[in-house]
C-alpha cells in the first residue's frame, strides 16, 4: 500500500474517527503533491464525502500516477487521480506499460471506470520582466526550464514550444530540467531564461517566484491556437484545450498575463478520478453526486479549481470517446443524469 505522509495520516484519523460512530465505508485513494489540481480534487472530495457520510478515505498523496491507476485496476487501490493519456496507453501496453504487454494492459484498463473529469490548468510560457525572453518569437538562443527530467510535463512542454515557436530543445534553444521540488529555486535564482512549464490561474510556483520580481505570462497567440497543428494537437488523447477570459480572473500583484484580445488560451491535461469497474453502484453513484453538490469545496480550497472544468460532461471538456478507452461508472452515469446532466453514449460502459 502507499505510505501515508503526515497530512494524509492526519486525513486517514479524522475519517476513522467518525466511521467508529456511522460505519462508513473506508476507501483508499492516490493522488499528487501538494498544491496540485490532483491533490487538491481529491481531498476535497474526501472531506466532502466524510461531510455527507458516504465513505471515510485513507489518501495517500504525492503517489506517480502511472503506478496509481494501475493499482485500482489491480483492485489494491480505491480510488485514483488519473491523466487520460495513461489510461490510453495501458489499453495499448504502451509508454510506461509496455511491460504489461497489449492483452494485460487491455485487461487492466477496460477495469477502470470514470467518476468525473477535470483539467490540471494550461501550458505557458513566463518570464521575469527583466530577462531577455519577452514572448513565444523570443525563445531561441535562449535557456528554457520546460519541466521535470521525464514525463508527459516535459514532452508536452517541448512539443506546445515546437508548435508556437519553431524552436526544438536542444537546436534552437537549450532546455533544462529539475525535479518539481527543485522548480521555485530554479526559476527565482535565474538559471533560465524563461520557463515553459505548466500553469494554473493562479500558479503556486509564479506565485512564489514572485518574490523575486515581476513576471509575464504569454497566452498561445490566437493564429497559432487555430493552426492546423495546434488544432490537431489538441484532439490528441488525453489533451485538450483550456479557453476562457482573463477577465474571469483575479489580478495578480506582480503578473501580467499577455493576450492579444483577452483570451487565455493553451492545451490542457485532461483527467479523471478513476475507481474499479466493480465499485458498487450506490458509491459511485453518491461520490459522483458529492461532488456536483459540493463543487464549493473545490473552489474554496484552490482557486484555480474554478477554470478545471470539474465534472463537465460534454466530450469536448471532458476528454472521453474517441481514442481514450474508459467510460463512466454507471453509478456516476446516474448520478449525472440526476442532476440534469447528459451522458453521451460514447462515455457509457
Not at 94 to 106: I, M, T, V, W
Not at 117 to 142: E, I, Q
Not at 249 to 275: F, H, K, M
Request: charge should be negative.
Amino acid at each position: 500500500m502507499p505510505t501515508l505522509n503526515k497530512f494524509t495520516m492526519f486525513a486517514a484519523v479524522f475519517g476513522l474517527c467518525a466511521s467508529t460512530a456511522s460505519a462508513q465505508a473506508i476507501l483508499t485513494a492516490e493522488t499528487g503533491p501538494p498544491g496540485t489540481v490532483p491533490f487538491t480534487a481529491m481531498t476535497a472530495l474526501a472531506e466532502a464525502a466524510t461531510a455527507a457520510n458516504v465513505a471515510d478515505f485513507q489518501v495517500a498523496d504525492s503517489q506517480t500516477l502511472t503506478n496509481s491507476i494501475q493499482n485500482v485496476a489491480e483492485g489494491k487501490t480505491d480510488v485514483s487521480d488519473a491523466p487520460l493519456i495513461l489510461t490510453f496507453l495501458m489499453s495499448r501496453g504502451a509508454g510506461p506499460y509496455a511491460s504489461l504487454g497489449k492483452e494485460q494492459g487491455a485487461a487492466l484498463a477496460g477495469n477502470l471506470r470514470a467518476l468525473y473529469t477535470m483539467n490540471y490548468g494550461g501550458f505557458g510560457l513566463y518570464a521575469y520582466n527583466s530577462a531577455s525572453v519577452k514572448g513565444w518569437d523570443t525563445v531561441k538562443g535562449k535557456t528554457i526550464l520546460n519541466g521535470p527530467p521525464r514525463g508527459a510535463a516535459l514532452t508536452n512542454s517541448r512539443g506546445i514550444l515546437t508548435l508556437v515557436s519553431g524552436a526544438d530543445d536542444g537546436r534552437d534553444y537549450k532546455g533544462i530540467q529539475v525535479n518539481w521540488g527543485q522548480m521555485p529555486k530554479t526559476i527565482s535564482d535565474g538559471s533560465a531564461d524563461g520557463m515553459m512549464l505548466p500553469v494554473t490561474f493562479p500558479d503556486n510556483r509564479i506565485t512564489r517566484s514572485l518574490a523575486a520580481g515581476d513576471m509575464t505570462l504569454w497566452s498561445i497567440p490566437k493564429d497559432a491556437w487555430e493552426g492546423e497543428g495546434m488544432q490537431k494537437y489538441i484532439k490528441s488523447p488525453g489533451t485538450g484545450g483550456l479557453v476562457f477570459e482573463l477577465s474571469d480572473l483575479q489580478p495578480q500583484n506582480g503578473l501580467t498575463i499577455v493576450s492579444e484580445d483577452g483570451i487565455w488560451r493553451s492545451p490542457t491535461t485532461i483527467a479523471a478520478q478513476v475507481v474499479h469497474k466493480d465499485m458498487d453502484f450506490e458509491t459511485a453513484k453518491a461520490l459522483t453526486a458529492t461532488m456536483l453538490a459540493n463543487k464549493e469545496i473545490y473552489y474554496a480550497k484552490a482557486k484555480f479549481m474554478a477554470t478545471t472544468n470539474i465534472g463537465e460532461t460534454d466530450v469536448s471538456k471532458s476528454g472521453l470517446c474517441g481514442a481514450v478507452p474508459l467510460k463512466y461508472h454507471p453509478g456516476s452515469i446516474a448520478a449525472f443524469e440526476e442532476a440534469g446532466l447528459a451522458v453521451p453514449d460514447c462515455a457509457k460502459p
